[in-house]
Structure formats: structure tokens, C-alpha cells
């Protein structure tokens, strides 16, 4: 017993190891030498920099671009303001006004460019995680770097963005205008996702990552996560960075760096200076510093790579590296020696057919099982607590509380179906099973998703606990703990990582990586009698989880219901309506919606700007307020080989802050310019003006009050009409509106037009 049950206790323990070092947990204090980082003067910078919102265009926006203006002449660099148009391939326009500065360097191959964007979420998020822990990171580290006065071969160039939150606009003009652009060799850019959790490397390369991983691992940062299944799955995803710009325009490779967890708080009037988790802004220190100290002095020009490296982070032993083109040689081996090690335990008459059919059965009602109950049990979770689907980021408040639940029901389904099968002298057939399935794991990685191929190391781990079970009747348990131990700090990241960063839909896959690791265990908990037993703890113990997380799915000050209302006055037809992307009403939007709002079926089409694309709900009549609507002009209009070229002026009265361009799906437009920059009319393109799937045009985000002006060529027999819906962010403010202030367990709904006063307005221009 006394075995038993310090096996189980070293499992716990290398389950709590495996997340307790994956970020530092001492902060280095504001009396650190100076010639270190230290993130308590990083955060005086941080202070500053998030008072409030600084989106692009705003007030605030200015203040904190001067201060960091200020703060990089106070360490004797001379920055430089880089501005122009940039229209992103989300159909996103603006005028971004980027900081950069350079250090040269005694013998430069290629520059080193550090990166982070300083402006905010438009329009309510303070900016204190994103981006502002890496805007800090970089000033404090470079303080720190040009402390130490030591001679550094590369030029280093500091490069914070503008308008990245609108669609990367800053980082377009600096790789595709800015001199500088052709001398960077490699990018370190600093992110955020949410406001705290370990900060997670991830490589952005148009070739291999070979050389990447290797001058990262000389580097050494102490704290490393990183894995080359996440480097997979990001470069199939749409997600994208300032980083991605240098990637895709001029085939500059480079680092990320970004904190992920407490999602709920990304891009939300939550993400400020004191929700920001301290060790994830110290995380980010102790990536900068070594990396700063190596690629300065590193050959940038040995940067490419036509190889790829699997990697992955094992406590003790930090980054762990092996070439691609070992995957199938470790596969083959591995598979040699599971027949190996059948054929010898059949001979030696420990294997038997019987038991192994049985545990085949076991594994795989266990995996089915944990995966269809997470499955239902979040969709059940979802019909009971519908206003969950409010927090559009699909991570909600008790998140970490549903994890630890499913996690723990899925250890209770496991324990329950091996139970049935219990007998300590099949122990090694149903390890059969397990090694089987992940070998088939293996071999779809290495086909698919080559990221992952690093799942292999388990295996070898559980082939050498198959043959001590296959030796031995009654094994040493704690050694097969022992052997147990890889898998586990290995995948239980996973557990906790993929329903933050994907979302709580992505729960059933947590649950699929629980009753992977299980058939692992099961060299040890093949030996447990009463694994009912067990089941019946971990049901308590996800019952006890899921009435955590019901207790606390209701909204509060701590946790605010994200909610949204809009005034929208139709100037063409002089009527105006009160409008929300909210599904479940509260106190606050019905004080203009009412109780019965109508379904918003004519404005669903009118979807402006949004990372997921939320349309309106519901919508009430308003009283018409008189406000003054944007002067749309025409100032050439000429036909040539029956193509008209319209030239429009949209001007604002009201200084808006956005506008919103539509047009029905079905006009050819052939051409167009928007404020000098062309519009991407090529159908093979990401369009703006080409197939579109949507009536929306593209967005143009407006400072210091600039008009917008079209140059529009399209086909001289079509009648063109366009739709301006002008928006200016003070609807709680504006005089003409009686809002009350938000109650203060609410806030601003993210990702989307919010808190705005819009005005639409048309043109249409008849055919001849």
C-alpha cells in the first residue's frame, strides 16, 4: 500500500513540477544591478503607458507614443517617427505613426530587430498586456543591455508599431518602406494574448527552423517553453503578429514571445496594469536578455535554414532538439523494438492474446469515452449557462475550474473502465494497447504534422516499462513511476494549454490527452486493486471543480459581463435604431433595447470590422437625434473603353474615429485607391475590392481628422451605390444621449464596433 501510494504520489508531484517551472516565480525588484532587467522598472514604464485606452488616433495614443519617444532619448538613442497609409489584407486602413530607433554595432552582418506595438484595442482595452508588456520588456532591457557598455557586433534596432491591433498597419509600412527593413536579419517580438501564464516561443520562418532553434538554445534563456507541435499548429492557423509581416513581405524570420493565459482579459477593458501577472512580464525578461546578448554578436546572415528541428522544453534539461529526418528512424525503431518486446513476452507467456484484446477494448472506450462525455458535458455546460457565449474570446472567467474538472472526470472514466479489467498479471498486455495507438499517433505526425513527432519520447519511455513488466512479476513501483514521469511533464501542459488557447470548445481534446498519458500509467495503476476507488475520488473531485465553476458563472466586479450598445442614424431615411451584438440582454442595453427587442435581420449584413466576425442581434426604433452626417463628394468623373473612374471625398463633421464601407456583393469594381494605397483588386489576392463573400469594403481608421479619399474604377453600365457608416466611440459621453455608466460588473463588449455613435450615409452613382 505504502508503495502504491508514494508511486501515486510522485505522478502528483511531477503533474505540479511540470507547470511550477515553466515560468520564474522570484521578481527581480526595482535595487537589481543595474546592468539587469528588472521587472519592477519595467513596470514604472507600464504605469505610464496603460493609464488608459491608447488606440490609434486618440488622445491618450499621442501621450504614450511622446513618452516612449522621451524614454529612448533618455538613453542617449536618437528615435525616429515613421508614418504613411497602410491598408492591411483585412481590408483595414490607417495612418500608423511607428517609433524606431537604432544602436549600431562594431561589425554588423545583419541587424537585430526588436519588436512590440504600442498602440491598444480600439476602443475600451488598456493595453497594459498587449501590448505594453512587451513595449516595457524591450525598454527596460535595453536600458539594462546598454548598461553593461559592452562592445556588440550587430546593429540593434528598436521598432515599436502602430496600429497592430488594426491589422498589423505599422509593421506593412516599416518592412515595406522603411530603409532599415533590408538590413534586419532576425526579429524578437514581444506579445501578449492575455494578461499572465507562461510566455510561449514561437518560430515564424518561411524555410527550416534548424539554425533558429539551435542559436536559441545557445542562447540559453533559463525558462524556456517552446514545442514544435505549437509551431505546427500556429503556422496553420490565421492568427497573426507584427512578425508576420516581416515573414511574408521580405522573408525575415524571426521569434515570438506571448503570454496566453487569463484570455478572458485580451483585447477587454480588464486588461490593465494591475491584472497583469508579474512572473509572465519577469517570463519575457528572461527571454530578451540572453537573446539580446547572443544575436548581437551572432553571424544573422547564417539564419536560414532549409531543415527543420523538432523541439520541445523538459524541466532540467531546457530545450531539447533533433532534426526531422530523424522522425522516421525513431518511429522504425521504436516499432522494431514494441515486436520485439511482444514476441519475447509471448515466449516467456506474460503477453496473451486474451488480455491483450481486452486492454485494446479498455484504451479505447477509455479515449472514446473521455472524448464524447467532454464533448457533451460543454455543450450541456453551454445550454445551461448560455451567457458564457457572450465572452466572445471563448475562454471564460472559471475556465481554469472547468480544465481541472474535465481533467479529473476524465482520470475517473479512465479509472472506471480499467477497473473492469483489473488483474496485476496482465499489467504489461494492457500496455500493449496504449504503445499501439501512440505509435499510430506517431505515424500521423510524422505524415501531417511533424511538430508533433517529438510524442515519440514517451513511447521509448513506455517500451522500457513493458520490458522491466515482462522481467519482472512484481516490478519496483516506484521506478515505473519513475518511467512514467516523461509523459507526464511532456503532455500535461498540453492538458491546461489547448482549451486556453483555442478556447473551452477545445475541451474534449484535453480529455483525449488525459487518456493518452493514462495508458502510460497503467504500468503503475495496473497494480492498483480498487481503481473503482479511484474513480470515485476523481468524480468528487471533478464534481467539487464543475460546482466551483458553477458557483462562479454568474457575472460580478471581478468577473464583468462584456455587453454592447450602438446609436445608428440612418441619415438617407431620417430614422435611427438602438443596436447590440448581445444575445442575453441585462439591465443596461434594455434601458434603450427594451424588453422585446426586434431581431436585427437587415443589419446582419452590415458586419464592420471584427476579429470573429459578430454581426448585430437585436435592434429598437430610436429617436432621430440630429446629428451631422459625413459630406460624401465626387470630384472627377470620367468614361474611358467603357470604364468610369470616380473619385469621392468623404469628409467628417463629428471627428470621427472609423468608418465602416460597404457595397453590395454583387458590383466589379476593377480598380481602386483608398487614400493612395491600391486596394488589391487581383481576384488570386487577399481582396478587398475583388470576391468579396460580404458587403463590407474595408474599414478605415481615421487620425487627426484626414478625409477619405476613394478612386474607384468599375464598369461604366453599373449603377454603384456605397454605404459610409461613420462611428465615433462616445456614445456614453455624447450630450445628445442620456447613457447611464455601466453597472460594475459590465464592460465594453470586445471585438467589435462598441459604445459608438454611427451615422450612415450613401451615394449613389447612376449608370449613363
Known amino acids: 500500500m505504502f508503495k502504491k501510494l508514494g508511486a501515486l504520489a510522485l505522478l502528483i508531484a511531477a503533474v ?13 525588484d526595482i535595487d537589481t544591478p543595474d546592468e539587469a532587467f528588472s521587472t519592477q522598472r519595467a513596470l514604472v514604464h507600464l504605469k505610464e503607458l496603460s493609464k488608459s485606452p491608447h488606440y490609434l488616433g486618440n488622445q491618450a495614443h499621442t501621450q504614450v507614443r511622446n513618452y516612449l519617444v522621451s524614454e529612448l532619448e533618455k538613453l542617449g538613442l536618437q528615435p525616429q517617427i515613421q508614418q504613411g497609409f497602410s491598408l492591411s489584407k483585412w481590408g483595414n486602413l490607417s495612418k500608423p505613426k511607428n517609433i524606431v530607433a537604432r544602436i549600431p554595432g562594431t561589425d554588423n552582418s545583419k541587424a537585430l530587430l526588436l519588436l512590440s506595438h504600442y498602440d491598444s484595442n480600439p476602443h475600451s482595452s488598456f493595453g497594459a498586456s498587449d501590448a505594453g508588456s ?29 496600429a497592430e491591433e488594426l491589422g498589423l498597419n505599422g509593421a506593412d509600412i516599416f518592412v515595406n518602406q522603411h530603409p532599415w527593413a533590408k538590413d534586419v536579419g532576425l526579429v524578437l517580438n514581444f506579445e501578449a494574448r492575455g494578461s499572465g501564464g507562461p510566455s510561449y516561443m514561437l518560430v515564424e520562418t518561411n524555410q527550416g527552423n534548424a539554425n533558429l532553434i539551435k542559436g536559441f538554445v545557445k542562447a540559453n534563456p533559463e525558462f524556456p517553453v517552446a514545442n514544435s507541435l505549437a509551431y505546427s499548429i500556429y503556422k496553420m492557423l490565421p492568427n497573426d503578429t507584427d512578425l508576420t509581416r516581416f515573414r511574408e513581405d521580405q522573408d525575415i524570420d524571426g521569434f515570438n514571445f506571448a503570454f496566453i493565459d487569463d484570455h478572458f482579459d485580451y483585447h477587454t477593458a480588464l486588461d490593465t496594469y494591475n491584472r497583469l501577472d508579474r512572473p509572465s512580464l519577469e517570463h519575457q525578461g528572461s527571454y530578451l536578455m540572453p537573446l539580446l546578448s547572443y544575436f548581437s554578436n551572432a553571424d544573422l546572415t547564417q539564419i536560414k ?27 522504425g525503431l521504436a516499432i522494431f523494438l514494441f515486436v520485439l518486446l511482444i514476441v519475447y513476452g509471448a515466449k516467456k507467456g506474460v503477453l496473451t492474446t486474451t488480455a491483450a484484446l481486452k486492454g485494446v477494448y479498455a484504451f479505447l472506450l477509455a479515449m472514446l469515452g473521455t472524448a464524447a462525455a467532454g464533448f457533451l458535458l460543454w455543450k450541456s455546460i453551454l445550454a445551461l449557462f448560455p451567457q458564457y457565449n457572450e465572452m466572445l474570446h471563448g475562454f471564460t472567467y472559471n475556465g481554469h475550474s472547468y480544465i481541472l ?82 509523459t507526464l511533464v511532456i ?23 488525459v487518456s493518452l498519458s493514462f495508458g502510460f500509467l497503467m504500468p503503475v495503476f495496473g497494480f492498483f486493486k480498487h481503481k473503482k476507488r479511484y474513480a470515485i475520488v476523481f468524480t468528487g473531485l471533478g464534481l ?59 443589419l446582419k449584413s452590415y458586419t464592420a470590422a471584427s476579429k470573429y466576425a459578430t454581426a448585430f442581434s437585436y435592434v429598437q426604433p430610436a429617436q432621430v437625434k440630429p446629428l451631422a452626417a459625413p459630406t460624401i463628394a465626387i470630384s472627377t468623373d470620367t468614361i474611358i473603353d467603357q470604364k468610369r473612374t470616380v473619385e469621392i471625398c468623404v469628409t467628417s463633421h463629428r471627428k470621427a474615429e472609423r468608418f465602416e464601407v460597404f457595397a453590395d456583393t454583387s458590383l466589379v469594381f476593377n480598380k481602386a485607391m483608398i487614400n493612395g494605397v491600391n486596394a488589391h483588386t487581383a481576384p488570386s489576392s487577399n481582396t478587398v475590392f475583388g470576391n468579396r ?60 464596433l462598441n459604445d459608438a455613435v454611427i451615422v450612415k450615409k450613401s451615394i449613389t452613382i447612376e449608370a449613363p
Not at 447590440?580 to 434601458?591: A, M, N, Q, R, V
Not at 481615421?702 to 474607384?712: Q, S
Open 16 to 28: 505540479v513540477w511540470s507547470f511550477q517551472v515553466l515560468l520564474p516565480s522570484d521578481i527581480s
Open 134 to 162: 512587451g513595449v516595457v520588456t524591450i525598454l527596460e532591457g535595453i536600458r539594462a543591455f546598454l548598461t553593461k557598455g559592452k562592445p556588440h557586433k550587430n546593429d540593434v534596432i528598436i521598432l515599436f508599431t502602430d
Open 305 to 331: 535554414s532549409h531543415n527543420d528541428n523538432i523541439y520541445f522544453t523538459v524541466p532540467g534539461f531546457k530545450t531539447v532538439i533533433y532534426p526531422f529526418k530523424w522522425i522516421f528512424p525513431a518511429l
Open 405 to 486: 474538472a474535465f481533467a479529473c472526470l476524465s482520470l475517473a472514466i479512465c479509472f472506471y473502465v480499467y477497473h473492469k479489467f483489473h488483474n496485476t498479471n496482465n499489467t504489461a498486455s494492457l500496455l500493449l494497447a496504449p504503445i499501439f495507438f501512440w505509435l499510430l499517433l506517431c505515424t500521423f505526425a510524422g505524415v501531417a504534422l511533424k511538430g508533433a513527432s517529438f510524442f515519440i519520447i514517451p513511447v521509448y519511455f513506455a517500451l522500457l516499462s513493458l520490458f522491466v513488466l515482462i522481467r519482472q512479476k512484481q516490478p519496483n513501483l516506484m521506478l515505473l513511476a519513475l518511467l512514467a514521469i516523461p
Open 491 to 513: 503532455m500535461a501542459p498540453f492538458v491546461n494549454m489547448f482549451p486556453i488557447g483555442l478556447g473551452l470548445k477545445i475541451l474534449f481534446v484535453s480529455c483525449v490527452f
Open 544 to 602: 467539487w471543480f464543475l460546482i466551483a465553476a458553477f458557483s462562479s458563472s454568474s457575472f460580478s466586479e471581478d468577473r464583468p459581463k462584456p455587453n454592447s450598445l450602438v446609436y445608428l442614424l440612418d441619415a438617407d431615411k431620417a430614422t435611427a435604431n438602438w443596436a447590440t451584438y448581445d444575445h442575453i440582454l441585462d439591465p443596461w442595453s434594455k434601458s434603450k433595447l427594451g424588453e422585446t427587442p426586434k431581431l436585427a435581420t437587415t
Open 693 to 752: 463573400s460580404s458587403k463590407r469594403l474595408f474599414s478605415y481608421y481615421i487620425t487627426e481628422n484626414l478625409p477619405l479619399d476613394l478612386v474607384l474604377t468599375f464598369p461604366a453600365n453599373q449603377e454603384t451605390t456605397l454605404e459610409f457608416f461613420e462611428a465615433t466611440f462616445n456614445l456614453l459621453e455624447h450630450p445628445a444621449f442620456n447613457i447611464k455608466p455601466r453597472e460594475a460588473n459590465m464592460i465594453p463588449k470586445p471585438f467589435v
